[in-house]
T-cell receptor
Framework: GQQLNQSPQSMFIQEGEDVSMNCTSS?????WLWYKQEPGEGPVLLIA?????ELTSNGRLTAQFGITRKDSFLNISASIPSDVGIYFC??????????FGTGTRLTVIP | NAGVTQTPKFQVLKTGQSMTLQCAQDMNHNSMYWYRQDPGMGLRLIYYSASEGTTDKGEVPNGYNVSRLNKREFSLRLESAAPSQTSVYFCASQIILSGGGTDTQYFGPGTRLTVL
């Protein structure tokens, strides 16, 4: 399957700090997606990106679809304790082809 | 509107036992998916069903079978469970639009399976 490299693997930050994580691939994707997963739950979509170069925000979250279509990043500004969870990037090539990164585990220290 | 539901939430099996994981969605989505999630590996697609009556293999189909019972339900069966199938299993559904466009995949809460 497609290999998506997500970094960092984990982050420990103080409440109020900004967070940045990214995802790279050797393959081109048509869509990039960012999900958040909390303990005991399935992934929930945060942001979807459909065009190379697209920059999209959702509240304190901002994500960009890389120009090469092989990468994407997610920023979280002014982190709060409820931001804790595992964040996954996912690249999609077709309707049924969704490939996930390995996740970034975020811990926010109050 | 419950979204995607999965049963059971937890299951422990002995090697060689069989079981079926159930998934149902009430969003009238045409496509449904089964993933497994292992530590450090992200989610990997096992099987999917693009529409009622069709199923296709994903990235890691070996050891599994699926049934798309109707538009709402998509089950995953382990005929002879192995320790390597210890994982968290997620079902998802998605609507595929007539022009080929898609909405996002919506995930269920997962089934945590341990095979001893």
């Amino acid at each position: 399957g497609q290999q998506l490299n997500q970094s960092p693997q984990s982050m420990f930050i103080q409440e109020g700090e900004d967070v940045s994580m990214n995802c790279t691939s050797s393959s081109i994707f048509n869509t990039w997606l960012w999900y958040k997963q909390e303990p005991g739950e399935g992934p929930v979509l945060l942001i979807a990106l459909y065009k190379a170069g697209e920059l999209t925000s959702n509240g304190r979250l901002t994500a960009q679809f890389g120009i090469t279509r092989k990468d994407s990043f997610l920023n979280i500004s002014a982190s709060i304790p409820s931001d804790v969870g595992i964040y996954f990037c996912a690249g999609q090539t077709g309707a049924n082809n969704l490939f996930f990164g390995t996740g970034t585990r975020l811990t926010v220290i109050p | 509107n419950a979204g995607v539901t999965q049963t059971p939430k937890f299951q422990v099996l002995k090697t060689g036992q069989s079981m079926t994981l159930q998934c149902a969605q009430d969003m009238n989505h045409n496509s449904m998916y089964w993933y497994r999630q292992d530590p450090g590996m992200g989610l990997r697609l096992i099987y999917y069903s693009a529409s009622e009556g069709t199923t296709d293999k994903g990235e890691v189909p070996n050891g599994y079978n699926v049934s798309r019972l109707n538009k709402r339900e998509f089950s995953l069966r382990l005929e002879s469970a192995a320790p390597s199938q210890t994982s968290v299993y997620f079902c998802a559904s998605q609507i595929i639009l007539s022009g080929g466009g898609t909405d996002t995949q919506y995930f269920g809460p997962g089934t945590r399976l341990t095979v001893l």
